[in-house]
């Protein structure tokens, strides 16, 4: 009998001690070294989190699970994962690994999705493989639409609220106010008139005017033969009309309208002073600008009186002008006064009703802001009656000053045109 030494006993108890703990762990990650598995292979771009020992499945029910991932040797940055099937099990071609997530908190997973075709892969093969997309991709597909909508409503609505607020100023209000006072007061009047009007039907007051207009058809009935009469005399009359020779007054008509066919005539011709004057555009214009000019003039006499008059009349401190004097400014440095309306993320339409009055608007656009003006005058006294009018429909209108098209502080502009 051949004698094991104790150090031989020792070595097959070590190996066997090896073989247990490895087919242990292995067994715990769902491989079973003992038994025969088929492998096959798939090639993904991502893999969203797949691991090691996650579940194969088809219809459900685990039939592997993955045993090793790795990249492909190309640097293309894909990967490569191997499947474990539990035995000899084949795969139709056709059929794909889609990776998917197996409860709600992104477990990731591997479905097979079996496509009977009749032929199979071989072991080791390659198969087709997919991502189905996650939950929170599938939330956010889904939200996206809706966020978009939802912007575009809040836009339109920023636009709705601007133009509402400045529709519904303070002086509209009062308006609205007395509007509804008036209907109340209508109102209390045609109850007033409806309460008269029930006091006089019950006074007897109607049924005494049914009796009066009974009488008055009753006296015109009794009357027929005098009505007749009278409709007799008036044939008789017209017939007498018809007798009398009124050919020439409508000769003498005749001549009276064809001298003022002339005379409309040579008024639309130039051969005649009041047809030149009437029909000659150039003069028309010249008297335009005549009357422009002596407008302007007519203002400047107003705002600068000492332009043109040099005179002192008694010696009281006060000298009154009679003498022209040049003018000293110079146009290139004039101070220019326009009125700011509003401001507002929203462009508006400057052909809005509530401009209406104020002139020509002029519509600047700083960063996302548009900014609207009204009025462009170097007159203060102008320029201030403008900023009364816009202030019905703008209450918080405001003067602003430019010069050299650059803009420059109210109170300096006043304070030089002061001096």
């Known amino acids: 009998m051949i004698k094991i030494s104790k150090y031989t006993k020792l070595g097959f108890l070590v190996l066997a001690s090896l073989f247990i703990l490895i087919w242990g762990?292995?067994?715990?990650?769902g491989i079973d070294i003992l038994r025969r598995n088929t492998n096959y292979f798939v090639v993904y771009d991502k893999i969203d989190g797949l691991l090691k020992s996650s579940s194969v499945s088809i219809n459900g029910y685990q039939v592997g699970q993955v045993s090793e991932i790795k990249f492909l040797g190309d640097y293309s940055g894909r990967l490569l994962v191997t499947l474990s099937l539990k035995g000899d099990y084949k795969i139709a071609k056709g059929s794909t690994a889609t990776i998917v997530s197996s409860d709600i908190m992104g477990t990731k997973s591997i479905k097979l999705e079996i496509v009977h075709s009749?032929?199979?892969?071989?072991p080791n093969d390659t198969l087709p493989g997919t991502t189905e997309k996650d939950l929170k991709e599938q939330v956010s597909m889904q939200v996206l639409p809706l966020?978009?909508?939802a912007e575009e409503l809040i836009a339109s609505l920023d636009s709705a609220l601007t133009v509402v607020t400045y529709v519904f100023n303070k002086r509209t209000r009062q308006n609205l106010t007395q509007s509804f006072e008036n209907i109340n007061r209508t109102i209390a009047n045609l109850e007033s008139a409806s309460i008269q009007l029930k006091e006089t039907m019950n006074s007897g007051k109607i049924n005494s005017i049914i009796t009066n207009i009974d009488s008055i058809s009753t006296t015109v009935k009794h009357s027929s033969g005098a009505i007749t009469n009278l409709i007799k005399n008036m044939s008789s009359m017209s017939d007498t009309l018809s007798r009398l020779n009124i050919s020439p007054?409508?000769?003498e008509i005749g001549a009276s309208?064809?001298?003022l066919k002339t005379i409309i005539q040579k008024l639309n011709t130039t051969d005649s002073s009041a047809g030149m004057l009437i029909n000659d555009p150039v003069l028309y214009k010249n008297l335009n600008s005549l009357a422009g000019s002596l407008d302007l003039l007519l203002k400047d006499v107003r705002?600068?009186?000492k332009r043109y008059v040099h005179f002192s009349a008694f010696n009281i401190g006060k000298d009154v002008y009679i003498t022209a004097r040049p003018s000293t400014l110079d146009e290139?440095?004039?101070?220019?006064y326009k009125i700011h309306l509003i401001s507002s993320s929203a462009k508006l339409s400057i052909e809005s009703s509530f401009f209406k009055g104020l002139g020509p608007i002029e519509e600047i656009k700083v960063s996302d802001t548009y900014n609207y003006m009204a009025g462009k005058s170097a007159d203060f006294e102008i320029i201030s009656k403008l900023l009364e009018t816009a202030k019905i429909n703008f209450p918080d209108a405001s003067l602003v000053a430019f010069k050299n098209g650059r803009k420059i502080k109210l109170e300096k502009a006043i304070k030089k045109r002061a001096n």
């Open 118 to 122: 009749g032929i199979y892969y071989n």
């Open 249 to 251: 007054v409508f000769a």
């Open 332 to 336: 290139k440095n004039q101070i220019i």
């Open 257 to 259: 309208v064809s001298g």
């Open 147 to 149: 966020k978009k909508k």
């Open 303 to 305: 705002n600068n009186p």
């Open 25 to 29: 762990i292995n067994y715990l990650k």
